[in-house]
């Protein structure tokens, strides 16, 4: 063990309305996030307009929407983010998202953006489908000489 643990993030959780979680719902739900990012949902835990728990390719990394009388509402900005390894396959998702739009137009889709910043140009794109929270998917172009790891120098 390393002197100083390091804690990575593992879950998101969003409280939405219980009829969001009934089955029609769920259904869309576990469509888009199987279709664009390949999700899977954890079926022993859903609860019909109670629960629903997205898996994120690890049992130690998921979605959890949960129903609630005060739903979560929040400002157009607020989001959460994912990345991905390469620029290629941020297109790839972007694309998948695309395709379902084109079937779904409640999807809402902010386009490809690259903000450089110098050592690192950052590559993303923003989804938003029935939930309060958008998704900023991204990928990490950096430098030579500096990555993930790196500190700013002062």
């Known amino acids: 063990m390393s002197p100083t643990p390091r804690p990575t993030f593992n879950h998101v959780a969003i409280s939405v309305p219980g009829e969001l979680l009934g089955a029609d719902g769920r259904d869309d739900l576990l469509r888009f996030f199987g279709e664009v990012f390949g999700f899977t949902e954890m079926p022993t835990m859903t609860k019909d307009g109670e629960l629903l728990v997205l898996r994120v390719h690890s049992n130690e990394h998921f979605v959890y929407l949960h129903a609630a009388e005060d739903p979560m509402r929040c400002p157009p900005a ?77």
Not at 99 to 127: G, M, N, W
């Open 78 to 154: 607020d989001h959460f983010g994912m990345s991905v390894e390469s620029e290629a396959e941020l297109d790839f998702m972007l694309e998948r998202a695309r395709k379902f739009q084109a079937l779904d137009p409640r999807l809402e889709i902010e386009e490809k953006q690259t903000d450089d910043f110098k050592v690192l140009k950052l590559h993303s794109f923003y989804v938003r489908y029935r939930l309060p929270l958008k998704i900023e998917v991204q990928c990490f172009e950096w430098a030579a000489g500096v990555g993930a790891d790196s500190l700013p120098e002062a």
